[in-house]
């Protein structure tokens, strides 16, 4: 009975992907055919990306997926192991049940008002998923509490198999520390019933809670949605209201992009087009010191432009590239340092899923945010690649002679990947097609690549594809929406005011306002997942960029720049635990082989901060500066 409802969750899900990749494409044809748009194609999409986000938050939720700090796994196993898994579960079922009431206060507002979204579809419809996503997630977060998962046989600390006894054992703890951890549904009722226990009392003990449940690794979604609902709950408001900025961002018309460009990243992934991607890269990098290391992190970049996240680059691609490192004679250190920061290399480069996301919260132009990215993209790409240059002059590692023969051959088996970044170029600066139409037509051409030119794509991958996507969609999309009602709130007690009022009374000079944001900003990729980070903190900066005549477009690259920065953070950024998962190295390894990595992109996003013209120069030259 279980399985097949994960089967029908798994499935609507995929075929809401499904959905939302034909429907722009048709909308191209249409509209070329006959002059106009198909109706309510947009709204359509747009609420598909709905119901994508957060039916896949609940499949994360079930697969224990749900992204969280990193900081709880360095809790020990044992008691103190129990009662983190404990908190942080309970604050998780807390916070997600009091976003679930909201998302039902939120819908029957709506259908009292019996608005549609189009082509006769009731607004309340596309928004029952929030109520149901949001109560699955808290029965889920409960349900997985504990060391012993339903099909382990092994102890946790020690791998070893347990005897039938210790079996029994450790499912009893699992069923008391389930219920204990309901104790946080019983904390969540119990605010919405009797809500004057949050209203205009002291918030540090409940400020306290959230800190600690953030540390033990409660689910990011919690810790942002929960600090939302208790602050509008403190001041007498309804958790409805951060559902209400959680569905208009939703529902905007670019963000469907994002799934729709990670879908085209995850059927890349599952092909063969890295093995022909490193091939082709190789016959022309090879040949110099440090080919392979140029390689690299080359064709990391090219997979996190598509993919949006360093952590499925290197997941997707440390199993082929780190052994031809090893084979190659680079160092083992080197090789995992490179590989680590080399994850999140792309994040500048268009069609980067963030430089969407931060065009869409700060309201410019996508295509303006684009063309600032490549230039300080180029730019730590090289600044990594020569230090992979300098690692294979000094380690004299393997070269690969360069041969026109093979050049070509590997570039003529890899064209079709190597024309995907021109295509959603073109289309997207030609007129053809929007943003969204593009992501639409790049994973169309991914699929139609991968399982039909080459064939590498068989029905199982293609399900699996979707299905990964909708999950870390799903885990993404859920904090941003979250994240919305945070910034709300932030921005509703004039944070921003005060923030633009105190750095004109501290502040002289612009140069020392980049340089307070930089320190600023890498404390917040320290801290916070890249996406929520965007939601939260770029309303607060985009007013003081304006009031020291900081161009929007280099904003909001120096606020990429150093969120990418962040991932390598020592012992919480995200690709070190990624690396440490994907490699089998040790955290502290993982840090020592990534901090000249972490100096070398440093200096780059100083560079990058410090010279306005890498950003703004080319948009000058087309007149759009």
């Known amino acids: 009975m279980r399985r097949a409802a994960a089967a029908f969750e798994d499935s609507v899900a995929s075929l809401a992907l499904l959905v939302m990749v034909i429907l722009p494409l048709l909308e191209i044809v249409y509209r070329r055919a006959f002059g106009q748009g198909i109706p309510a194609s947009g709204p359509i999409v747009q609420h598909l990306t709905l ?163 953030a540390i033990v690794g409660t689910p990011l979604f919690a810790i942002l949605g929960g600090t939302a609902a208790l602050l509008f709950m403190h001041d007498g408001v309804t958790p409805a209201t951060i559902l209400i900025e959680t569905y208009t961002l939703s529902v905007s018309p670019t963000l469907p992009a994002i799934p729709l460009f990670t879908l085209a990243g995850f059927l890349l992934a599952e092909g063969k087009a890295s093995e022909r991607l490193l091939r082709v890269f190789r016959a022309f990098f090879g040949w110099i010191p440090g080919g392979t290391a140029v390689v690299c992190a080359v064709l990391c970049s090219f997979f996190t432009v598509f993919t949006g996240g360093s952590g499925i680059t290197i997941l997707a691609l440390g199993g082929v590239l780190y052994p031809a490192l090893i084979k190659d004679g680079y160092r083992e250190k080197f090789s995992l340092g490179l590989l680590t920061a080399s994850g999140s290399l792309g994040l500048l480069l268009p069609p980067s899923l963030p430089l969407i996301l931060y065009a869409v919260v700060a309201q410019i132009s996508i295509q303006d945010v684009f063309i600032g990215g490549i230039l300080p993209g180029i730019l730590l790409t090289t600044m990594v690649s020569a230090w992979g240059v300098r690692e294979g002059i000094v380690s004299r590692a393997g070269r690969y002679p360069f041969t026109v023969a093979e050049a070509l051959a590997s570039a003529w088996a890899a064209k079709w990947e190597l024309a995907m970044p021109a295509l959603v170029i073109v289309a997207m600066f030609s007129g053809l097609a929007t943003a969204v139409e593009a992501s639409a037509l790049t994973a169309l051409y991914a699929l139609v690549v991968q399982a039909f030119i080459h064939r590498d794509l068989s029905l199982r991958a293609l399900l699996r594809a979707f299905g990964e996507c909708v999950t870390v969609i799903g885990g993404v999309l859920i904090i941003l929406g979250v994240a919305m009602g945070l910034t709300n709130y932030l921005v509703g007690i004039q944070l921003p005011a005060r923030l633009l009022e105190w750095a004109s009374t501290h502040i002289a000079s612009r140069l020392m306002f980049l340089l307070v944001l930089n320190v600023f900003l890498l404390a917040v990729g320290w801290l916070m997942e890249i996406y929520a980070a965007i939601v939260v903190v770029v309303p607060l900066i985009v007013p003081l960029g304006a009031a020291f005549g900081i161009h929007p477009v280099h904003l909001g690259i120096i606020f990429i720049a150093n969120l990418e920065l962040g991932f390598l953070t020592p012992l919480v950024g995200l690709n070190i635990f990624l690396a440490s998962y994907r490699f089998k190295r040790p955290v502290l390894e993982v840090c020592a082989a990534a901090l000249p990595m972490m100096a070398i992109l440093g200096i780059g996003v100083l560079v990058i901060t410090y010279v306005p013209w890498l950003t703004t120069g080319i948009l000058t030259l087309l007149g759009r500066g």
């Open 51 to 213: 119901w994508v986000g957060f039916l896949g938050a609940a499949i994360a939720a079930r697969e224990g997926k749900l992204l969280a700090l990193a900081t709880g796994t360095f809790i020990p196993h044992g008691i103190w192991r129990r009662a983190a898994d404990i908190l942080a579960s309970a604050f998780g079922a807390c916070a997600a049940l009091l976003l679930a009431w909201g998302g039902y206060q939120m819908m029957m507002i709506e259908r009292e008002a019996g608005s549609n979204i189009g082509g006769g579809i009731p607004t309340w419809v596309t928004q029952l998923v929030l109520p149901v996503a949001f109560t699955l997630i808290a029965v889920r977060v409960v349900w997985k509490v504990g060391h012993l998962s339903e099909v382990s046989a092994v102890d946790a600390s020690t791998g070893k198999e347990l005897t039938a006894r210790e079996k029994a054992a450790a499912e009893r703890h699992r069923w008391i520390d389930r219920g204990l951890a309901s104790l946080g549904l019983v904390a969540g009722l119990l605010f919405l019933r009797v809500p004057s226990i949050l209203e205009n009392h002291s918030l540090w003990p409940a400020a306290v809670v959230v800190v600690a449940a």
